[in-house]
């Protein structure tokens, strides 16, 4: 059977096998997919769905598989990838499909949103529209901030509760920060706490930030923390989801508060261990 690496006409490299310890096979992609390819690694930061794609496509440098040349498919959030393996191991992509919904519509979809202060009602309000980054240039002191949702009624109700938690944890002066525009993240959760799906939609998150080297202030709220623990439990068992999009020791500038942690893998001493093995700053709990 001919290798990918000898039909040099049909397919692109877009990850090497030697460019780092984690990266066990050669990534190939199809010559004419290799500008979407291209624009993929460079723009993801951007959008969530992009990362788990780019993260997807290193993931396959290590997955196990028979080295048949027979196709195969990862479903992912958003789209689904198809590949094969060859008898040398290399990987080649053929397929990337794209969720036409890939954008939920909805009032109170999982996703992030915007909590801006309003100066006339002298409120924090969520906003409606569903975004798929984190403003990292936003923020209080160099520093953007981000909160996690527990259960709550709905995005609205976490939105002007969480901020409480926020200024708490992070011993934030009210009028330094109730000004017009002024904003913070909110990763809401309707339901299904600590699914993988969410999980790993956070865990694309926090990628976005550490590529950045941007400094973050994280609250993470009730039944929130068995989600962020299973996306650093993600990030622990896969050293290389960091290294690929991120720059070296970028996690220190991911500062974690757990206010009221529930879920599996939350008592604090779990807690403790795991944001000292993936290299968060935890501030308390």
């Given at each position: 059977?001919t290798s990918?690496?000898?039909?040099?006409?049909t397919?692109?490299?877009i990850i090497?096998?030697d460019e780092s310890?984690?990266?066990?096979?050669?990534?190939?992609?199809?010559k004419?997919?290799?500008?979407?390819?291209?624009?993929?690694?460079?723009?993801?930061t951007?959008?969530?769905?992009k990362?788990i794609?780019?993260?997807t496509a290193h993931?396959?440098?290590s997955?196990?598989?028979?080295r048949?040349g027979?196709?195969?498919?990862?479903d992912?959030?958003?789209?689904?990838?198809?590949?094969t393996?060859?008898?040398?191991?290399?990987?080649?992509?053929?397929l990337l499909?794209?969720?036409?919904?890939?954008s939920?519509?909805g009032?109170q979809?999982?996703?992030v949103?915007?909590?801006v202060y309003?100066?006339?009602?002298?409120?924090?309000?969520?906003g409606?529209?569903y975004?798929?980054?984190?403003?990292?240039?936003h923020?209080?002191?160099?520093?953007?901030y981000a909160?996690v949702?527990g259960k709550?009624?709905?995005?609205?109700?976490?939105?002007?509760?969480?901020?409480?938690?926020?200024?708490?944890?992070?011993?934030l002066v009210?009028r330094?920060i109730n000004?017009?525009?002024?904003?913070y993240?909110?990763?809401?959760?309707?339901?299904?706490?600590?699914?993988?799906?969410q999980?790993?939609i956070?865990?694309?998150?926090?990628?976005?930030a550490?590529?950045?080297?941007?400094?973050v202030?994280?609250l993470v709220?009730?039944?929130?923390?068995?989600?962020f623990?299973?996306a650093m439990k993600?990030?622990?068992a896969?050293?290389?989801y960091?290294?690929?999009?991120?720059h070296?020791?970028?996690?220190?500038?991911?500062n974690v508060y757990?206010?009221?942690?529930?879920?599996?893998?939350?008592?604090?001493k779990?807690?403790?261990?795991?944001?000292?093995k993936?290299?968060?700053n935890?501030?308390?709990i």
């Amino acid at each position: 059977m001919t290798s990918i690496s000898q039909l040099n006409r049909t397919w692109q490299l877009i990850i090497r096998q030697d460019e780092s310890s984690n990266v066990s096979r050669n990534v190939y992609v199809l010559k004419q997919h290799y500008p979407l390819w291209e624009e993929l690694k460079r723009t993801h930061t951007g959008n969530y769905y992009k990362t788990i794609i780019v993260r997807t496509a290193h993931q396959l440098c290590s997955m196990a598989g028979a080295r048949n040349g027979e196709s195969k498919s990862l479903d992912l959030e958003g789209g689904s990838l198809h590949y094969t393996i060859d008898a040398k191991g290399d990987v080649g992509i053929y397929l990337l499909e794209i969720n036409d919904s890939i954008s939920p519509s909805g009032n109170q979809n999982t996703g992030v949103y915007k909590v801006v202060y309003d100066q006339k009602s002298k409120k924090w309000q969520t906003g409606d529209e569903y975004r798929q980054h984190l403003e990292l240039d936003h923020g209080w002191n160099n520093i953007h901030y981000a909160a996690v949702s527990g259960k709550f009624e709905d995005k609205e109700a976490a939105g002007r509760k969480l901020i409480e938690h926020i200024r708490n944890a992070y011993k934030l002066v009210e009028r330094d920060i109730n000004q017009f525009n002024n904003h913070y993240s909110l990763f809401w959760q309707k339901d299904q706490h600590s699914s993988d799906k969410q999980a790993s939609i956070l865990l694309a998150l926090l990628q976005q930030a550490m590529a950045r080297d941007a400094r973050v202030n994280w609250l993470v709220h009730g039944e929130g923390a068995g989600t962020f623990v299973k996306a650093m439990k993600k990030l622990e068992a896969n050293p290389q989801y960091q290294r690929m999009m991120a720059h070296e020791e970028s996690q220190q500038y991911q500062n974690v508060y757990f206010s009221n942690p529930r879920g599996k893998g939350t008592r604090k001493k779990q807690l403790e261990a795991l944001c000292e093995k993936v290299g968060f700053n935890l501030v308390d709990i």
